[in-house]
């Protein structure tokens, strides 16, 4: 019988590869195993037809040994503080990969942004911000857009925020829109990250990317730019879904007008020329690149050995299980894992504080080229790492970041 993994005992096993390939001392471990700080709050919101309700929020604060904490807030009605402790972790080890002075954050709302409208959501937005105000800040912890929140509500929490301080204060948060101090280039930003580093992947196993067949699966944010980039180095983008359906071409489609299709009917499902297609059978099309760009724990061992790509590139947080992990790694499948390949995200994200600070902005080659630098030096860390320590490539990136966590909880004097 296959085992179901919570999503925080995912992190947990993954945590453990690395430490035990590290021989990583027990205090240590424990230390990265549980969050420093971990929030829940209540949010009191007045309803368009003079109702109150009570929406439950969560913030939690994984790690700060190399900076603030940063990482996304999610309003969604499956939001629960596992996996909110989940994907802060996860940004602590992403950081550190990278190399940006941060350490993880996440946090969330429970609700269904959905069924409310846009006065609600922005009374539920400033009503969440005011209520972690004490403990978030340009120097303590810096949050940004997730799964159904943007840069309209990333505007709410600064000017909230602001409100709040009696200053402006746009180093709050990330993902802003530019005329309140966001940064060029980072609505793309993880989705270039996934093209840098795959791009990166198929000139070492020898892929050309002219040949290449692409699979995405999720088709938000993160899923079409890492069409759009792959399509525009050459790849044929054969199949993509979103959560009511998807559309398969094996002649290939063009990203720009799946997503107008998108946009016109709500889904890519029914895209002119293409044929309907399931998930589980978008999974196991035969190709060269796979994205994952949904959501958790969607390569499972049940799937994995249906899986026919030669390369996964993890758009996602956390969409392969470690049993499905191993048994892709057994037959041959090269994983660029989460933690790296989406990680230019919070790497533009880091950008865009940097630029807040300083109050001086890029223009958006400059962005995309100290971007495309970082994204291919942890590429090349973490694929050498990989080679040296005859482990997969999610244990290699756990161990060059859990090393550099290492480091500076020593030298702080926490171990």
Same mark, same amino acid.
């Given at each position: 019988?296959?085992?179901?993994?919570?999503?925080?005992?995912?992190?947990?096993?993954?945590?453990?590869?690395?430490?035990?390939?590290?021989?990583?001392?027990?205090?240590?471990?424990?230390?990265?195993?549980?969050?420093?700080?971990?929030?829940?709050?209540?949010?009191?919101?007045?309803?368009?037809?003079?109702?109150?309700?009570?929406?439950?929020?969560?913030?939690?604060?994984?790690?700060?040994?190399?900076?603030?904490?940063?990482?996304?807030?999610?309003?969604?009605?499956?939001?629960?503080?596992?996996?909110?402790?989940?994907?802060?972790?996860?940004?602590?080890? &992403?950081?550190?990969? $990278?190399?940006?002075?941060? !350490? +993880? /954050?996440?946090?969330?709302?429970?609700?269904? #942004?959905?069924? *409310?409208?846009?006065?609600?959501?922005?009374?539920?937005?400033?009503?969440?911000?005011?209520?972690?105000?004490?403990?978030?800040?340009?120097?303590?912890?810096?949050?940004?857009?997730?799964?159904?929140?943007?840069?309209?509500?990333?505007?709410?929490?600064?000017?909230?925020?602001?409100?709040?301080?009696?200053?402006?204060?746009?180093?709050?948060?990330?993902?802003?829109?530019?005329?309140?101090?966001?940064?060029?280039?980072?609505?793309?930003?993880?989705?270039?990250?996934?093209?840098?580093?795959?791009?990166?992947?198929?000139?070492?196993?020898?892929?050309?990317?002219?040949?290449?067949?692409?699979?995405?699966?999720?088709?938000?944010?993160?899923?079409?730019?890492?069409?759009?980039?792959?399509?525009?180095?050459?790849? &044929?983008?054969?199949? $993509?879904?979103?959560?009511? !359906? +998807? /559309?398969?071409?094996?002649?290939?489609?063009? #990203?720009?007008? *799946?997503?107008?299709?998108?946009?016109?009917?709500?889904?890519?499902?029914?895209?002119?020329?293409?044929?309907?297609?399931?998930?589980?059978?978008?999974?196991?099309?035969?190709?060269?690149?796979?994205?994952?760009?949904?959501?958790?724990?969607?390569?499972?061992?049940?799937?994995?050995?249906?899986?026919?790509?030669?390369?996964?590139?993890?758009?996602?947080?956390?969409?392969?299980?470690?049993?499905?992990?191993?048994?892709?790694?057994?037959?041959?499948?090269?994983?660029?894992?989460?933690?790296?390949?989406?990680?230019?995200?919070?790497?533009?994200?880091?950008?865009?504080?940097?630029?807040?600070?300083?109050?001086?902005?890029?223009?958006?080659?400059?962005?995309?080229?100290?971007?495309?630098?970082?994204?291919?030096?942890?590429?090349?860390? $973490?694929?050498?790492?990989?080679?040296?320590?005859?482990?997969?490539?999610?244990?290699?990136?756990?161990?060059?970041?859990?090393?550099?966590?290492?480091?500076?909880?020593?030298?702080?004097?926490?171990?």
């Amino acid at each position: 019988m296959v085992k179901e993994y919570g999503v925080y005992e995912v992190v947990l096993k993954q945590l453990e590869a690395a430490a035990d390939a590290l021989k990583l001392a027990p205090q240590t471990k424990e230390l990265l195993a549980e969050p420093v700080r971990n929030f829940k709050v209540a949010i009191p919101v007045k309803m368009d037809d003079g109702s109150v309700k009570v929406f439950k929020g969560f913030r939690c604060q994984h790690n700060d040994a190399l900076g603030p904490t940063k990482g996304g807030v999610r309003f969604h009605p499956q939001v629960d503080e596992d996996e909110v402790k989940a994907l802060a972790a996860w940004m602590t080890f &992403k950081c550190a990969l $990278v190399g940006i002075p941060y !350490g +993880g /954050a996440k946090g969330g709302i429970l609700c269904n #942004p959905k069924e *409310l409208s846009n006065s609600e959501l922005e009374r539920l937005s400033r009503g969440f911000i005011a209520a972690i105000s004490p403990i978030i800040g340009p120097e303590k912890d810096i949050p940004a857009p997730d799964v159904y929140t943007n840069p309209q509500v990333m505007s709410w929490f600064m000017d909230e925020f602001s409100r709040l301080k009696g200053f402006n204060s746009p180093g709050v948060v990330t993902g802003k829109p530019l005329i309140v101090g966001g940064s060029a280039g980072r609505d793309s930003a993880t989705a270039r990250g996934v093209m840098f580093t795959t791009r990166e992947a198929c000139i070492l196993m020898k892929l050309d990317l002219k040949e290449a067949r692409v699979v995405v699966q999720g088709y938000g944010n993160a899923g079409f730019y890492s069409a759009k980039f792959l399509h525009e180095l050459g790849g &044929k983008v054969i199949a $993509v879904n979103d959560s009511s !359906g +998807g /559309a398969f071409n094996p002649e290939g489609m063009d #990203p720009l007008a *799946l997503l107008d299709y998108k946009h016109s009917n709500g889904s890519v499902k029914g895209f002119p020329g293409s044929v309907n297609i399931v998930n589980d059978d978008l999974l196991s099309l035969e190709c060269e690149i796979l994205v994952p760009a949904a959501l958790e724990n969607q390569i499972t061992a049940d799937n994995a050995g249906d899986i026919r790509a030669k390369l996964i590139a993890e758009a996602a947080n956390g969409p392969t299980t470690p049993e499905a992990d191993q048994i892709l790694f057994e037959k041959g499948v090269m994983i660029i894992p989460d933690i790296l390949a989406n990680a230019g995200g919070v790497t533009v994200s880091y950008f865009e504080w940097v630029q807040n600070l300083s109050n001086y902005y890029w223009t958006a080659e400059e962005v995309d080229t100290k971007l495309e630098r970082i994204m291919v030096e942890a590429f090349r860390n $973490v694929y050498s790492t990989s080679i040296e320590g005859k482990v997969n490539m999610r244990v290699a990136a756990y161990m060059v970041a859990v090393n550099k966590l290492a480091e500076a909880m020593k030298v702080r004097g926490w171990i």
